[in-house]
């Protein structure tokens, strides 16, 4: 139709009027016999713009083609079949059945400095149509029996073999704006799926009823956002970016993302009015900064998981009950749903370089709710790692674990502990300290005992010399606050030939609204001499407590050292204990 509208394709009407049998999709199948109305067509091209018609008559593209605007549809092919029931069968409940196919290629064309596209698109449907309005029945089986659609002369037919009620769409997306943002991956939607049998995570393992399914996925997904892209590139041809594929680094700054793998389920009571709803979702990929000189950022195994729930008709200050996975998994895609309890978890390791700083760390995020409807936030930091050049490295030992954190946060508060192994200098020079300090803060008046599952970061966390073994955990053990602690363990200090060591502990507590200051020590060595002649200690240990002013047993310390004292001094020995 003049330069707006080309449309050619290979295609065919069947109105067959001969019954042929079909059963439908449940349990205790009914059947019957139907007549079909079939519609095919392939080898279809499309145009709908301007400055078309943009496909020569055989789909080829046109020497102007660059001159068009508007929607191309390419290689579509098409399968439809109308079915009614015919009197005398088990489907006299039904007044049709619907079925489709149909695949192809859609893309945006003519627009400078935006490219949008599906490539390998399918799309399938498998519905019926209730005598009774509003009546909800299953679709078909055409799994047992195939319907089979001519789509012209001479050319292949399109087979209908879906299995139950079905609306679904998949394809390949490529989405580009100028050389700021790209993206491309598989993506599908599926919706018709009834789930059955599932239970909720509540106190009664209560049954959820009979569920409507909706699906979506994304695979293969890469993505950039910056400057001077698109970075992703398919230089091998195959109309898809795969590892095989070598980026377009040159002057692209900014975001991207990489190998991005998403599951989403969104679940649904069938029963008429209700209003709840359950969400459940998976996304793993990597990302990373790139093109920016001196700075550098990556978080490789990035994985996100969601369990949720909702209600509106939920009392004020309450939560629903969640799906339990963990009872019946759910399957979506190649992903597993299998979390039994309300759930937001994040994890990912992260390096962050600046210059010569490099900071390097795994880090699990989980926010769960109890089974008492109190909600909790888990954070933990392993496999910390700090270096400045040549200079300083923590830990030395590249073998050995690197810092930690594990914090823990309620209504009531947080508690926290930090672990950091320090060494300086070289053992027997002028200057050495190794040593782990430790910070601890518990801002509640609870005791803590909380596990944190660190089975995924590459370190041997729990010291059996097994790395990363299924369920290998940290455990946060504090005693009740509010306090800050600060301890320095297994220290050794030298400095110009003199040396400490021990076990040092420093905090400030709160006991009936007073803040008190606690130093305590122990396994504490000193030794201050020079030509065999000074100070030594041996098995020294104290304790000392400060009291502020205007505390109610009035200002002051209280404490107590011991140990084994030695002055050495003109070759006479005094000794003290």
């Given amino acids: 139709i003049d330069q707006f509208v080309f449309l050619r394709a290979d295609f065919a009407f069947v109105k067959d009027n001969t019954p042929f049998s079909v059963s439908t999709a449940e ?137 139950g009620r079905l609306l679904s769409a998949s394809g ?74 070598t980026p377009l680094a040159a002057g692209a700054k900014g975001l991207i993302l990489s190998n991005v793998n998403v599951a989403i389920a969104l679940l649904k009571p069938t029963t008429a009015g209700s209003r709840k709803s359950y969400f459940a979702m998976k996304v793993s990929g990597n990302a990373a900064l790139v093109g920016l000189e001196g700075v550098g950022f990556s978080a490789t195994g990035l994985e996100v998981e969601i369990n949720s729930a909702s209600d509106p008709t939920a009392a004020a200050g309450t939560l629903p009950p969640v799906l339990n996975f963990a009872g019946q998994n759910l399957t979506v895609g190649s992903t597993v749903f299998n979390r039994g309890t309300r759930f937001l978890g994040v994890h990912a390791s992260i390096t962050l370089t600046v210059s010569e700083v490099e900071l390097r760390a795994t880090m699990d995020f989980e926010q769960t709710t109890r089974q008492n409807g109190t909600k909790v936030i888990k954070i933990a930091l392993t496999g910390v ?45 002028d200057f050495y300290f190794d040593g782990d300090l430790k910070l601890a803060i518990n801002n509640t008046n609870q005791k803590v005992n909380e596990v944190f599952l660190v089975d995924n970061d590459g370190e041997d966390n729990d010291g059996d010399s097994v790395v990363d073994e299924a369920g290998e955990s940290l455990t946060l053990s504090l005693q009740e606050g509010p306090y800050l602690r600060l301890a320095a363990v297994g220290v050794t200090l030298e400095m110009l030939g003199h040396d400490v060591s021990g076990d040092f502990q420093f905090e400030q507590v709160t006991r009936n609204g007073v803040k008190i200051t606690r ?21 020294g240990s104290g304790a000392f407590v400060f009291y502020p002013v205007g505390s109610t047993g009035g200002t002051g310390v209280a404490g107590q050292l011991q140990g084994k004292f030695t002055i050495t001094a003109s070759g006479a020995d005094f000794q003290a204990q």
Wanted: hydrophobic share 40%; net charge negative; aromatic share 8%.
């Fill in 27 to 163: 349990t205790t199948p009914k059947t019957g016999n139907v007549t079909a109305l079939k519609i095919g067509a392939t080898n279809g091209y499309a145009f709908f713009g301007v400055g078309g018609p943009y496909f020569n008559p055989d789909g080829t593209l046109r020497a102007d083609s660059n001159q068009a605007m508007g929607l191309a549809i390419s290689n579509l092919t098409l399968g439809i079949a109308l079915m009614k029931p015919v009197a005398g069968g088990q489907l006299s409940s039904y007044k049709s059945f619907f079925a489709l196919k149909a695949s192809g290629n859609v893309a945006l064309v003519g627009i400078d400095g935006f490219q949008a596209s599906i490539t390998d698109a399918l799309v399938e449907i498998n519905d019926a149509t209730p005598v009774t309005t509003g009546q909800v029945l299953p679709a078909l089986n055409l799994q047992a029996t195939p319907i089979t659609v001519p789509t012209g002369i001479g050319t292949p037919n399109v087979t209908l073999n879906t299995n």
């Fill in 172 to 245: 390949y997306v490529t989405l580009q704006i100028s050389e700021f943002v790209f993206l491309a991956g598989r993506v599908g939607f599926t919706k018709g799926t009834r789930v059955t049998g599932m239970r909720l995570a509540d106190a009664s393992n209560t049954l959820a009823g009979d569920l409507d399914l909706i699906t979506i996925t994304a695979s293969d997904v890469n993505i950039f956002a910056g400057i001077g892209g698109p970075y992703w590139n398919d230089t091998n041809l195959n109309k898809m970016i795969d590892p095989l594929d």
């Fill in 385 to 429: 790692r700090f270096s400045i050049g040549d200079a300083i490295s923590i830990p030395r030992d590249p073998t050995q674990p690197g810092a930690s954190g594990l914090i823990f946060i309620t209504n009531l508060g947080m508690a926290a502990e930090f672990s950091v192994p320090v060494t300086f200098g070289t053992a027997g020079g």
């Fill in 519 to 539: 130093i305590a020590a122990q396994k504490v060595t000193v030794n201050f001499t020079h030509n065999g002649e000074g100070l030594t200690l041996t098995n």
